[in-house]
């Protein structure tokens, strides 16, 4: 299975993306008073949600935004209003949900670990739920005697296909904490009887992974629930299971500026390998979150200091683990691409040195990217984290307290770049209120003392 030619998008460009940089410097969104923050491309997010719509043509879909990707609900609400629902995985991000705007109905909870109030909360509301195990479904059955829902049910399969090139992220692993495994042994037979059991349960939820699955790991997924789905269809001789929630896991190039593979690709591998699945008797759920905003993101840092260390440059900036995390952990799985530039914006054009790039984390693996051939830096340079418009500054670490950087959306449209902040950039006051200032002397008062 293989991508086709990457079509033209906004995100792709290099030189819009230095045009909007300058612009930022500009507008003082970047600089020595604002060292990092993040610019997510509006053009972008909503070409690659009506590139994601027309892929998969008039399909009963609904396409519920992973909200895990960029959590922030000016950007939800944008998709709300381009027509998606969202898939949520915790008690905050039904909140976000909510707060964005989006219907209950479309909205989809799949947290793994949900709690009983959580259910509940989830099943007044009328949003979607996709039970993790046989145990939450006995949960959510108890919880319905007592409170009428008109959410939609469903419950999680790990159709135990295998792992992709990054294990901590591929959820079909034989012995992945997602869902019910299918292989193992009265595994099948215990989903289909629970069909059997609660006549509310209507759906079948998968999701292999999340980057590093190939195009056949995706569909064999797929392909499982699809199957599996029919048979429970034909054995109760009526339709038991309505809808197919099919997940994510559309892998992101950070290699270059391509959008490929596309959402077009990944409802073609589908269409060749599930051919069913498209015939209109499953209504459809995606949950693609990634693939739609890492590409329409980047991060802007200033270099505050440039030094030579055991023969290796080191350009010390304010982009390191709080905002790249997995890129600092796992380097090898998560690398990204990084742009340098003049303090005003503009592409630095001197000879190429290899740097490493670190950021203001206290510890020494705190770096983004080593020995990468970059024009040399000096200290009042930027740097540019490319494709980071999801699980990025969205997704921020607060390790040392370094501070949430803002986040501004912008537009090209018309020509002119315009900027809107959609999430101010954090003051240490309210570091401060988080970190239990107001309970200063709490422990204090328990007249605690050492045992020797």
Known sequence: MQATTAVPHPATDPSRRDRVLRAAVRAGLIGPDHPTAGFLDVDGLLTTVADLKAAFGDAPVLHAFAAKSTPLVPVLRLLAEAGLGCEVASPGELALAVAAGFAPDRIVLDSPVKTRAELARALALGVAINADNLAELAR????????PSASVLGLRLNPQVGAGTIAAMSTASRTSKFGVPMTDPGARQAVIDAFDAYPW?????????????????????????????????????????TGLDIGGGLPVDFDGDTMSPSHADYVSWLREAVPG???????LVTEFGRSVTAKNGFTAAVVEYVKDVGGRRIALTHAGAHLATRTVFMPDSWPLRVAAYTA????????ELPHDVAGPCCFAGDVVARDRPLPELAPGDLITLLDTGGY???????????????????????GEVRFTTIRAEQTTAEILAESGADLADDLLALEAAPWR
Do not use: M
Not at 140 to 147: G, I, K, Q, R
């Open 140 to 147: 959510v059955d108890a919880l319905l005697t007592a409170v």
């Open 277 to 283: 699945l498209f015939d209109g008797r499953y209504e």
């Open 344 to 351: 005003e914006g503009l592409p630095k054009g001197t000879a």
């Open 201 to 241: 349960l209507t759906r079948l939820h998968v999701h292999v992974g999340s980057q590093g699955c190939p195009p056949e790991l995706i569909t064999a997924g797929v392909g499982a629930a699809y199957d599996l789905a029919e048979e429970i269809n034909a054995r109760a001789g009526t339709r038991r299971v």
């Open 392 to 414: 990025a500054f969205t997704a921020h670490w607060s390790y040392n307290n370094v501070t949430r950087p803002a986040v501004h959306g912008f537009t090209t449209a018309g």
